[in-house]
Every structure is written in structure tokens, then in C-alpha cells.
């Protein structure tokens, strides 16, 4: 936990934030490393904790999901402050970053019940860091809360809002809390 503090700290992660949501996100955080990294990793093998390595903001690891949920949140936040709707997108044609988070997203029952049948939640926090990395992608190339067509707008902002629950459910099937600031 303070490791997670003081990595979050350097990286301005923390920044604006009360004494009391800066412990809480620091727990969420370091416990949320901890026990991704414990996770992430077939049961099967062996493996060699490194606590720098686990709070690590960028690859495969708890922080790193963590904060893509909390981005997520941050637009879906910004979206509702500006009276941003999420409903009428049904004309809407996908594009192919789109289509790409839809398939992922659509993966999630299935990665669940696989993860169930071999006993290996790895599958599931494998999924999970596939699938934020698939949303950083569509993010970086998609513009979401600045798109000028409001029926695109709407739909990136639902597809947001899926891999936020998507995110959300696959992390507490891990017993893993997720911000929704950072």
C-alpha cells in the first residue's frame, strides 16, 4: 500500500485528491496490485512476486487496469457534466477500433465460464488486460466526448460505458476494487 502511494504519488496520480480518497486509492491500489499479479499467472506455475514490478502503471498489471477504469469513469463524468446523452445510435456504423472493443467485450461470458471449467482466474485477468488495452487503443484513435456527431458520440460513450462494467465485474471476480478517480 505505500509502495502504491508513493508510485502514485511520483506520477501525479493523486493529485487534487482529499487525504481520505488518497488512502483509500492507495489500498485499492496496492491490494489490487498484489493480488493481480498473484492472478494473472496460470495456478499451474510458479512465479516470483516483485512489489515494483506489480505496482508498475504501464503493462500487464493491476494499476495499470485500474487506472484505464478510472479514464473511463473520468469521460463517462465529463460527458454527464456536459449534458451528454447515451441513447440514439442505432444509425451508427462501427468503425474498425470500434468493432474491435465489441468483439472483445463480447469474449467476457465465455473468458468467464473457460476461467470456471480449468479452475484458472488467469483467464479472466488475461481478458481483462486484453480488453484495456483494446479500450487505450480505441481511445487514443477514437475522439469520444470531442466527436462532433452526436450519434457517434453516443455510441463511443456506451461502448466506454460497457468495458467500464465489463472491467469493474472482471476485476471483483478477481476480488479486485477499482477507482473511479485517480
Known amino acids: 500500500v505505500s509502495t502504491a502511494r508513493s508510485v502514485s504519488a511520483e506520477l501525479g496520480k493523486l493529485d487534487g485528491l482529499t487525504d481520505e480518497e488518497v488512502a483509500r486509492i492507495s489500498e ?15 495456478p499451474r506455475k510458479n512465479i516470483t512476486f516483485n512489489p515494483k514490478e506489480s505496482i508498475d502503471f504501464n503493462g500487464n498489471t493491476g ?17 454527464e457534466e456536459e449534458g451528454m446523452a447515451i441513447g440514439n445510435y442505432a444509425d451508427v456504423t462501427p468503425g474498425e477500433r470500434e468493432i474491435t472493443l465489441i468483439q472483445s467485450l463480447a469474449d467476457f461470458p465465455a473468458t468467464v465460464q473457460a476461467a470456471g471449467q480449468s479452475y484458472s482466474p488467469a483467464l479472466i485477468a488475461n481478458y481483462i488486460y486484453d480488453l484495456v488495452k483494446t479500450y487505450n487503443q480505441f481511445y487514443h484513435d477514437c475522439s469520444i466526448l470531442k466527436e462532433s456527431d452526436e450519434a457517434v458520440r453516443s455510441f463511443r460513450l456506451e461502448l466506454s460505458r460497457q468495458t ?19
Do not use: H, N, W
Open 63 to 79: 494499476p495499470f487496469i485500474q487506472y484505464t477504469y478510472a479514464r473511463i469513469c473520468s469521460v463517462l463524468r465529463k460527458a
Open 28 to 42: 485499492m491500489v496496492g491490494l489490487g496490485a498484489l493480488k493481480y499479479f498473484l492472478l494473472k499467472v496460470d
Open 164 to 182: 467500464a462494467r465489463v472491467v469493474k465485474t472482471g476485476m471483483a471476480l478477481l476480488g479486485i476494487e477499482v477507482p473511479e478517480r485517480m
